[in-house]
T-cell receptor, first 111, second 115 residues
Framework: SQTIHQWPATLVQPVGSPLSLECTVE??????LYWYRQAAGRGLQLLFY??????ISSEVPQNLSASRPQDRQFILSSKKLLLSDSGFYLC??????????FGPGTRLTVL | AQTVTQSQPEMSVQEAETVTLSCTYD???????LFWYKQPPSRQMILVIR??????QNATENRFSVNFQKAAKSFSLKISDSQLGDTAMYFC????????????FGTGTSLTVIP
């Protein structure tokens, strides 16, 4: 069966520090992968998606970037965090047909 | 651009009663999917039900059913025999086919089931 992992589960970082969040999927190959951000009390905002290794599409101009170095690995990064980057970050995968399945999420607090 | 609107930020229902959550969307696409996801306090996103736009028959999953009105671009979720475990945020989502199968989410409805 397929599973999706995210780490860390929680993270507290100072403003201006770098960020790296990791997402991996097991039990499948060539999935579509997605990064979302959920601000407090709000819906999900699609940040990036990837349909293959090295292929990244950005939905919203951000202080963030994404990379897909391996087929089942998706990384969200920032060189310098802003206060507004705080939120709950969700990774999701799509088995190239329909439906997205979500990871457990990372709660990021920027102080 | 696709937009999804959930006009009910909060709702409550008595245990064992029925509740309907509303969702409207705007798109120029003809083929797409619609979804309802549930996010309990654990914040794990859980798929509740999905609907293919080309199917006229409304989807059902046990106590959950939808009323899909394609012309009106409306996609409401009905929860029957509400249970305490149904307390959660509910998100309506639209998926555009191809070009990465991108999802667009509404802002959510917080549902509380009252014992």
């Amino acid at each position: 069966s397929q599973t999706i992992h995210q780490w860390p589960a929680t993270l507290v970082q100072p403003v201006g520090s770098p960020l790296s969040l990791e997402c991996t999927v097991e039990g499948t190959s060539n999935p579509n992968l997605y990064w979302y951000r959920q601000a407090a009390g709000r819906g999900l905002q699609l940040l990036f998606y990837s349909v293959g290794i090295g292929q990244i599409s950005s939905e919203v101009p951000q202080n963030l970037s994404a990379s897909r170095p391996q087929d089942r690995q998706f990384i969200l990064s920032s060189k310098k965090l802003l206060l507004s980057d705080s939120g709950f970050y969700l990774c999701a995968w799509n088995p190239s047909t329909d439906t997205q399945y979500f990871g457990p999420g990372t709660r990021l607090t920027v102080l | 651009a696709q937009t999804v609107t959930q006009s009910q930020p909060e709702m409550s229902v008595q245990e064992a009663e029925t509740v309907t959550l509303s969702c409207t969307y705007d798109t120029s696409e003809n083929n797409y999917y619609l979804f309802w996801y549930k996010q309990p306090p654990s914040r794990q996103m859980i798929l509740v039900i999905r609907q293919e736009a080309y199917k006229q028959q409304n989807a059902t999953e046990n106590r959950f059913s939808v009323n899909f009105q394609k012309a009106a671009k409306s996609f409401s979720l009905k929860i029957s025999d509400s249970q305490l475990g149904d307390t959660a945020m509910y998100f309506c989502a639209f998926m555009k086919l191809f070009t990465g199968n991108q999802f667009y989410f509404g802002t959510g409805t917080s549902l509380t089931v009252i014992p």
